[in-house]
């Protein structure tokens, strides 16, 4: 399931979006894992998408997953990034009896609808203190270029 999200372009933001996130991390909390799902729940990291004259950068707040918990996906326009990190279990051999349990299993989904000027031939991916980058190139025939005037 990929959640819809509109890239916005300027300082516009549509408040509606960011009332049905507010809403939807307040009933996922209240509600917590008796939705049905085992337990499982979309975590609420934060998402920036900036754009300059070469590239599309997002950046995705992901504390705790390492990379190889991390699925980045580049198909027909839409960038997905999935992150899945389970709950860590005590080992064999831990003393003590568990008194408080709250680093257990989060997932994380976004999808971005890029724009036709994006080449999804050269994408870069980094995982750095918690934030994964992305880094999309835009297409030479697509970026803005100076005119002499002669």
Do not use: C
């Amino acid at each position: 399931m990929a959640l819809p999200t509109r890239v916005h372009r300027g300082s516009y933001a549509d408040p509606y979006d960011s009332l049905q996130r507010e809403f939807n991390t307040m009933l996922n909390q209240f509600l917590g894992p008796s939705q049905g799902d085992g337990g499982q729940r979309l975590a609420p990291y934060a998402v920036d998408v900036r754009e300059d004259a070469d590239h599309f950068y997002v950046e995705a707040e992901l504390p705790g997953f390492k990379k190889d918990d991390i699925d980045l996906t580049l198909e027909n326009q839409t960038l997905t990034i999935s992150a899945e990190r389970k709950a860590e279990k005590q080992q064999k051999g831990e003393k003590g009896e568990m008194l408080l349990h709250e680093r257990r299993y989060d997932r994380f989904l976004r999808s971005f609808t890029l724009p036709p000027t994006v080449d999804e031939q050269t994408v870069n991916a980094k995982l750095q203190d918690g934030v994964l980058t992305v880094v999309l190139n835009k297409r030479e025939e697509t970026k803005p270029r100076k005119i002499q005037v002669g």
